[in-house]
């Protein structure tokens, strides 16, 4: 389902200290991945803590429309009962995945190798966003795709009737390429497998491994060169779906900037492949303790607790860009309560988000007085510990250009306005509850 047309202004005021606990809702890269597996599994999985933000609905309807059933049996509690590797039925509508990139990569991945047809189409940010990064590889696989001009949505994929099994190197470090061409290998013979240079994260990875197939990766001087075995038998299983990193980022930069703040962030994914903002954050001095360090589901987790400190600027290197891809706007935030430049390199794929997140974040941070500056494929926030605000941020259907704004507001020293908060739904359905129960004046 795409965005409602009418914006959704919101407004950030500076507040008092945050405290508390913020239950961060689960994992979004998880959630969509649990509702494709377990659709594409033989018999009933059962998820649990799954995310409830309306791309991962519109995952939920898409496998329903490739024959799967899904059904919601309480809060973040899901089943789903899937109907087999190559099981797919073909759908009677065009699939609709809103606002959701990984959404609609790694279902035209799902169904690529098996004969059905399908239709993609997405909201206006979407529209705007490459496919052929997914469907040139897929391709390979032996479907027949139709796009509009520049390898846009709408898209259609004739999915391969004989589908051969594929080796691909990922041009760009993307967790959704590298997942779309796993996800396509399922249902194609032999072994299908994907070579990245820069590991991005692994939970496909994880998850078809927890599933029953028979998946390596391998680290090599190419990079990561993963493995997949074709045509398994996916066996469901129960997923109890972390909460998700890159949504606990914004209440947690909101406690590194609001003077006096102090709250505790439970069950937080730690998995390394997700975790370079943390990292980041301990280089420019940030007072984070991981408590109760565990495994939940497969993946590592802790409890955060964060309190406000003083920051310095950093430089994020090339190579951490891709753990902490989803970040960036809300760090640029945390930048200029820092004292000194942080330097952000290899972020060109922000540009190609839900917005141009670099586009985004300069316009907005500029007309809220911040120093800031971009090239291709950097940014460069000057920080002098204080943010003047009294601007408006454009948020361009992107959830996370308007949380970061609304996280800004609370620190500066006056309100800081969004234009439309409305697809903060997309990935995070609470989360002004959830800020207003820490302290947040956010209207
Ligand atoms: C995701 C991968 C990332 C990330 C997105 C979620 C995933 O995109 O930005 O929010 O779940 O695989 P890319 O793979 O295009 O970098």
């Known amino acids: 389902m795409s965005h409602s047309a009418e914006l959704l202004p919101m407004i950030a005021h500076p507040s008092g200290p945050l405290s508390g606990t913020a239950q961060v809702p689960g994992d979004k890269s998880i959630s969509h991945r649990a509702l494709i597996l377990?659709?594409?599994?033989?018999g009933e999985t059962h998820i649990t803590g799954l995310l409830e933000g309306q791309d991962v609905l519109d995952t939920a309807k898409a496998m329903q429309a490739f024959g799967a059933q899904v059904e919601r049996l309480g809060i973040g509690e899901w089943k789903v009962n899937g109907v087999g590797v190559g099981g797919f039925a073909e759908p009677e509508g065009v699939i609709d995945c809103g606002n959701s990139g990984t959404g609609v990569r790694l279902i035209m991945g799902a169904m690529a190798t098996t004969p059905i047809t399908a239709t993609f189409t997405?909201?206006?940010s979407l529209s705007r966003r490459p496919m052929g990064r997914v469907t040139d590889p897929l391709q390979l696989f032996g479907c027949e795709v139709t796009s509009r001009e520049g390898k846009r949505l709408p898209v259609t994929i004739k999915g391969a009737t004989d589908a051969v099994p594929v080796r691909y190197q990922?041009?760009?470090a993307s967790a959704q390429i590298k997942s779309a061409v796993l996800l396509a290998g399922l249902n194609a013979p032999g072994e299908t497998v994907v070579?990245?240079?820069?590991p991005t994260r692994d939970h496909t990875e994880r998850m078809l491994a927890g599933f029953g197939a028979t998946i390596t990766t391998q680290i090599t001087d190419q990079g990561r060169v993963i493995t997949l075995q074709g045509r398994p038998e996916l066996k469901p299983q129960p997923v109890a779906v972390p909460r998700d990193p890159s949504s606990a980022a914004f209440p947690v930069a909101a406690a590194l900037i609001v003077p006096g703040s102090d709250i505790r962030v439970p069950?937080?994914?730690r998995n390394?492949?997700?975790d370079g903002l943390y990292i980041t954050l301990l280089e420019m001095g940030a007072d984070i303790t991981f408590d109760n360090e565990r495994d939940e589901g497969g993946e590592p987790v802790a409890d955060l607790i964060v309190r406000h400190g003083p920051l310095k600027g950093v430089t994020t290197p090339h190579d951490r860009a891709a753990s902490m891809i989803d970040e960036f706007p809300i760090l640029s935030v945390i930048a200029c309560f820092a004292t000194g430049p942080t330097v952000m390199?290899?972020?060109?794929e922000l540009r190609v988000k839900e917005s141009d997140r670099i586009a985004a974040m300069v316009d907005?941070?500029?007309a809220n007085g911040a120093s800031v500056e971009d090239t291709e494929d950097t940014m460069t926030v000057h920080g002098t510990g204080s943010l003047p605000g009294g601007g408006m941020a454009v948020t361009h259907l992107d959830h996370r250009i308007a949380m970061s704004f609304l996280v800004a507001g609370l620190a500066a020293q006056q309100p800081v306005r969004v234009d439309d908060g409305g697809p903060i739904a997309t990935s995070f359905p609470d989360f002004l509850p959830l800020m207003r129960d820490l302290g947040a004046r956010i209207d």
């Open 38 to 42: 377990g659709a594409l599994s033989v």
């Open 122 to 124: 997405g909201d206006a």
């Open 170 to 172: 990922t041009p760009v």
């Open 195 to 198: 070579i990245e240079t820069e």
């Open 267 to 269: 069950g937080v994914s």
């Open 272 to 274: 390394p492949t997700r």
């Open 345 to 348: 390199q290899g972020v060109k």
């Open 364 to 366: 907005g941070l500029r």
